[in-house]
């Protein structure tokens, strides 16, 4: 019965690593989003997946974000290049057809 | 292109008076609307939804929001506020039907003293 769950919940890196996100969804939910929540604003989408397969990628800002689901379960959201504006809260759901979304507790990334 | 808008980024209530919460959206579509709270340190948590049936959805822990399609506003509202209910809250809107991205507003932060 365990929820969303995300790690690491924080990581500091420095300008210009590379940095990988994890995103552990609820069993079952084939459906996984990806958003981004800067201080003081509210979350924006970045991408979402049905499955394997990306259904809207909309939402990446730039080439240096790519994500994947390899196997239909687990995300990984990866950053290249990282830049002090990508500081945020990452935040991972998951939904079971199209139904309510459940939110991870996100993932604190701050590039110094 | 489908946005909201909440009208006011803080609110402060006394424990036991009523909440407002104000919402306007703007959606060429049929929209879906939600209210998710967001306590801290805990993940987003949803309140409630409308989905193009009553247009007074009631929530948990006694919110309610009511659809007013004549003034694209979905007003959150709880008659008796309590300590607890003190977080962030998010509207938000999506396509009717749709299965991708939530579009949040800039959140109200609701203080509630004592």
């Known amino acids: 019965g365990a929820g969303v769950s995300q790690t690491p919940s924080n990581k500091v890196t420095e300008k210009g690593k590379y940095v990988e996100l994890r995103c552990d969804p609820i069993?079952?939910?084939?459906?996984l989003y990806w958003y981004r929540q800067s201080l003081g604003q509210g979350p924006e989408f970045l991408i979402y997946?049905?499955?394997?397969?990306?259904?809207?990628d909309s939402g990446l800002p730039n080439d240096r974000f790519f994500a994947v689901r390899p196997e239909g379960s687990v995300s990984t959201l990866k950053i290249q290049r990282t830049e002090r504006g990508d500081s945020a809260v990452y935040l991972c759901?998951?939904?079971?057809?199209?139904?309510?979304?459940?939110f991870g507790p996100g993932t604190r990334l701050t590039v110094l | 292109a489908q946005s909201v808008t909440q009208l006011d980024s803080h609110v402060s209530v006394s424990e036991g008076t009523p909440v407002l919460l104000r919402c306007n959206y703007s959606?060429?579509?049929?929209?879906?609307l939600f209210w998710y709270v967001q306590h801290p340190n805990k993940g987003l948590q949803l309140l409630l939804k409308?989905?193009?049936?009553?247009?007074l959805v009631k929530g948990i822990n006694g919110f309610e929001a009511e659809f007013k399609k004549s003034e694209t506003s979905f007003h959150l509202t709880k008659p008796s506020a309590h300590m607890s209910d003190a977080a962030e809250y998010f509207c938000?809107?999506?396509?009717?039907?749709?299965?991708?991205?939530?579009?949040f507003g800039q959140g109200t932060t609701l203080q509630v003293k004592p």
């Open positions: 409308y989905t193009s049936a009553a247009t």
């Open positions: 959606s060429s579509y049929s929209p879906s």
């Open positions: 759901a998951s939904s079971h057809s199209g139904n309510e979304q459940f």
């Open positions: 069993s079952g939910h084939t459906a």
């Open positions: 997946f049905q499955g394997t397969g990306a259904a809207d």
């Open positions: 938000v809107v999506t396509l009717s039907g749709n299965t991708g991205k939530l579009i």
